[in-house]
């Protein structure tokens, strides 16, 4: 008989997870709900990004993990790490009449 363990992540990694993830949504609703160049409500969009992408870094690090489930929560953590970078450059192109200039999700510069 084969037998198999579950593997599953830690509680704490769970939890802030689920913590940083709730906050992510509420920023998000709250920045699809402000105002036209509302540099506050995308910076703590920007905000929430990074604190989830943290928290998919802790549950990449999780060794109790499995490697693919780690290297999806790497991947993850990526995602929102671009996000934030993207809105933070969204915050800072928005001048104070509302109008926003482009911007480039460009890594490379």
Known sequence: MNR???LTPSRG??????AAYSEQMAAMFAATRAASGDVA???HLARSYLNLAQAWRVLSADLAVPLW????ASIAAEEF?????MENCRANATD???KEAPCSDDDSG
Do not use: I, Q, S, Y
């Open 4 to 6: 198999t363990t579950a």
């Open 13 to 18: 990694a769970v939890a802030l997870w689920n």
């Open 41 to 43: 409500a995308v910076r």
């Open 69 to 72: 489930a780690r290297h999806a």
């Open 81 to 85: 790490e671009r996000r934030a970078r």
């Open 96 to 98: 104070p009449a509302g």
